[in-house]
């Protein structure tokens, strides 16, 4: 086998094999990213997470070019709502609930435009979509069992929310013994001060939960080996 790239990343370096690595794109959702979405029905400005789709369309590029798996994630609900829990329906005060009808279709609905990831970023043949009901991707999924299929060993992390889907995911992926580096500028976050934190919640105590870096240092540790 040849030898691991190596990225520059906090708290130290990250080394992966592309053959047994996934970029995982997480909820690059409409709902999410766009006005007229259930991020905006919760009462976030969405405008926030924009800056992340540039430098992520720059990494999936460089995920199809070097043949790696990329697993895009979808949160969202069936049509008839009986995988969404009354405890996450009925939670808060949002303007609209999941399942109400919405600019963009019903709000997190699976089948609906607003549902579906953004053009910019959207799946192409032979990558895999993963529809969540959660915030983590291994709740009520089978991404564990398309990762052993795929034998896949690490996963580079982007997308959003930052301290939501991206942690959850990220968390659950740790214990379950994968190594997550997450690219700082492509996760992103409604709120500064929970993307800031959030990052460095990942880092600290030695790598608690994986390895942060921006993306311009893992694309160089991937186009060195091409
Ligand atoms: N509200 C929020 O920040 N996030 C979510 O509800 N889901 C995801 O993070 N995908």
């Known amino acids: ?7 520059e990343a906090e708290p130290y370096a990250y080394a992966f ?4 690595t996934a970029l995982l794109l997480i909820d690059m959702q409409r709902d999410f990213v766009e ?10 400005d969405v405008s926030m997470l924009q800056q992340v789709i540039a430098p992520l369309r720059d990494v999936l590029d460089g995920a199809r070019k070097a043949g790696m798996t990329v697993i895009h994630t979808r949160e969202g609900h069936l049509p008839d709502l009986s995988d969404c829990p009354p405890a996450k329906l009925n939670r808060g005060a949002p303007s609209m609930r999941i399942g109400d009808p919405g600019p963009k279709g019903r709000i997190l609905i699976r089948g609906e435009y607003g549902h579906d990831i953004i053009d910019e970023l959207a799946p192409i043949e032979g990558e895999i979509v993963i ?3 959660g915030k983590g991707a291994f709740y009520a999924t089978d991404l564990a069992q398309v990762l052993q299929a795929g034998d896949i060993r690490s996963l580079i992390v982007t997308g959003v929310t930052t301290e939501v889907c991206v942690h959850t995911t990220v968390r659950e ?8 580096l997450v690219l700082s500028d492509c996760v992103g976050s409604y709120f500064a ?11 600290a ?9 921006p993306s311009v240092n893992y694309l160089k540790a991937l186009e060195a080996r091409s």
Not at 1 to 7: I, K, Q
Not at 17 to 20: F, K, Q, V
Not at 205 to 213: D, P
Request: proline fraction near 8%; charge should be negative.
């Open 1 to 7: 086998m040849s030898d691991p790239l190596l990225v």
């Open 17 to 20: 094999d592309p053959r047994h």
């Open 35 to 44: 006005p007229g979405g259930f991020g905006e029905t919760l009462g976030n």
């Open 131 to 133: 529809d969540k009901p």
């Open 173 to 180: 992926a740790n214990d379950r013994g994968y190594e997550c």
């Open 193 to 203: 001060e929970f993307q800031r934190y959030g990052l460095q919640m990942i880092a």
């Open 205 to 213: 105590q030695g790598g608690i939960f994986g390895w942060v870096a």
